[in-house]
């Protein structure tokens, strides 16, 4: 029994060879799975993380006379697309807005977003609260900013802040009085006029109750007649082009004599006008020329005129047709505007985080760009700094008559852009010498307690140990 099972085994295996060299088919195999990421999968569902509340402020002054009001509607716009970004604005006047900065950014306490000048960029800067924009902006975004404008906000090759308008900074006057003291008003405009016709036409405009020349030179407003009028001696910005303090030059020395003199003359005032005070006095017909004067002041003229019919104008107003004018050019110096850009600049504080730049540099954005900036710069009569603000303003009629607008578009050609390549470090310093010496000397040069060449003596004296002898420009700026 055993043999015969053994046998029948034998006889299984012998067939089961030869069925398998028989056949033609491949030997069958077991596929193997796919590995785990060549699976088909479902998309699951994500769920988006809502983004974190947060809230920005602004320090803003009355950029217009109704920016603050039409700030609250831009946020509100803004929000439509933020909700989660709420802004809070401080309102601040002309006379306290720079001082509340300060206080606040020393506190550790600065806003998120401020207005300033660009020739206030390198305080903030110096202080540690300034922010480098372009690590929270797209560089498309940036791209959006004419780079001359841009070039105001930058320090040390980083920008600050974006701009909202290069203001041009000036004279105007009344058309008649001008013509009456024997000045050909449309020649100027068009032509420009040299600071010897100035002097014989403010001198003719002068009488017992009107001066023929009146500028707004009271607390941070002398800072305007240095750099405004001082454009008469041939000074372009704080430092020259090889980076050079400027105000220790001879041009420097020109124009203090040039206010020296015209104070002793009585042709302006020897007494410190505050800003608001020198419109006035020429809508009251108290002076012939004013400054600092911008090409807005043509609707502000326009509209205190139409206001006296019904007793609302300033008081004692008389009839009169505003022009803008050039500023006069010394012997010697090429002929030029003094423009200024003024912007936004974004800033931090004890509490600021990355994500939080991000946001406030959104904002910014913003309130510089657009409907937002056109609206703004159309009140102030000006061309707007950016593409989609440009965008947004064609066509707009900005109320100019034919002559201010072509002397207003012919001072922006004269503008020379600041040199590039100033630190932040003098930017500070020179706004220290300004401060401390310049602004304090030059009332006391109005009020004839100093004579310009002792003032002079003292602004070299400051900016030499500040800067250093070498770091000064001494001789004449051509």
């Given amino acids: ?35 785990a990421e060549e699976q088909p999968t479902e998309a699951q569902p994500t769920e988006e993380k809502a983004p974190e509340e947060d809230t ?17 509607g831009w946020i509100a716009d803004f929000q439509k697309d933020y909700p989660h970004i709420q802004v809070e604005v401080i ?5 306290d807005h720079f001082n509340k900065l300060s206080t606040m950014a020393l506190a550790g306490e600065a806003p998120d977003i401020a207005e300033i000048p660009a020739k206030n960029v390198g305080v903030y800067v110096d202080m540690g609260v300034a922010v480098n924009i372009a690590d929270y902006l797209p560089a498309e975004r940036l791209a959006d900013y004419d780079q001359n404008a841009l070039d105001y906000m ?8 974006l701009p909202l308008y290069l203001t041009i900074q000036s004279l105007g006057g009344n058309k008649a009085m001008l013509e009456n003291a024997g000045v050909k008003v449309e020649e100027v405009q068009k032509n420009g006029w ?47 082009d090889d980076l050079k303090y400027a105000y220790t030059s001879e041009n420097m020395l020109n124009l203090l004599k040039a206010v020296e003199t015209m104070v002793s003359s009585g042709f302006m005032p020897d007494y410190t006008v ?50 803008f004018l050039p500023v006069p050019t010394m012997e010697g110096v090429t002929e ?35 409907e937002r900036v056109a609206n703004t710069v159309n ?76 003032m002079y003596d003292e602004v070299c004296s400051a900016a030499f140990e500040l800067f250093g002898e070498d770091g000064c420009e001494t001789g004449f700026i051509g």
């Avoid at 930058?154 to 802040?161: C, E, K, P, R, S």
């Fill in 56 to 72: 920005i402020t602004v320090l803003m002054p009355p950029v217009t006379g109704d920016y603050i009001e039409l700030l609250d």
């Fill in 274 to 323: 505050e800003a608001g005070q020198r419109l006035v006095m020429l809508q009251t017909g108290k002076t012939m020329i004013t400054g600092k004067a911008m090409p807005l002041f043509e609707n502000n003229v326009k509209k205190n005129v139409a206001a006296m019919a019904d007793g609302s104008a300033v008081e004692g107003s008389i009839d009169m047709e505003y022009v």
């Fill in 194 to 240: 040299t600071y010897e016709q100035f002097l014989k036409a403010i001198e003719a405009g002068t009488t017992a109750d009107t001066f023929g020349f009146v500028f707004a030179n009271a607390g941070v407003c002398t800072s305007d007649m240095v750099d405004v009028f001082g454009s008469i001696s041939g000074i372009t910005s704080n430092f020259t």
């Fill in 379 to 454: 009140q102030l009569l000006l061309a707007c700094v950016c593409e989609s603000g440009r965008q947004a303003q064609a066509g707009a009629d900005l109320g100019q008559s034919p002559n201010n607008a072509a002397a207003t578009t012919r001072c922006i050609g004269l503008v020379k852009a600041p040199p590039v390549g100033v630190t932040s470090e003098q930017a500070a310093n020179a706004m220290t010498v300004m401060n401390e010496v310049i602004e304090p000397k030059f009332q006391a040069l109005l009020a004839g307690e100093l004579t310009a060449e002792k």
């Fill in 336 to 370: 030029h505007c003094y423009g200024q850009v003024d912007g936004l600049i974004a800033m931090r504080n004890k509490n600021t985080t990355d994500e939080h730049l991000k946001n406030v540099c959104l904002f910014l954005d913003y309130l510089t760009s657009g």
């Fill in 1 to 35: 029994m055993k043999k015969l099972t053994a046998l029948l085994l034998v006889l299984a295996m012998v067939l089961a060879m030869f069925a398998a060299c028989g056949s033609n088919e491949a030997p069958k195999t077991t596929e193997a799975p796919k590995a």
């Fill in 91 to 95: 309102a601040t006047s002309w006379d």
């Fill in 154 to 161: 930058t320090l040390d090759n980083t920008v600050y802040g």
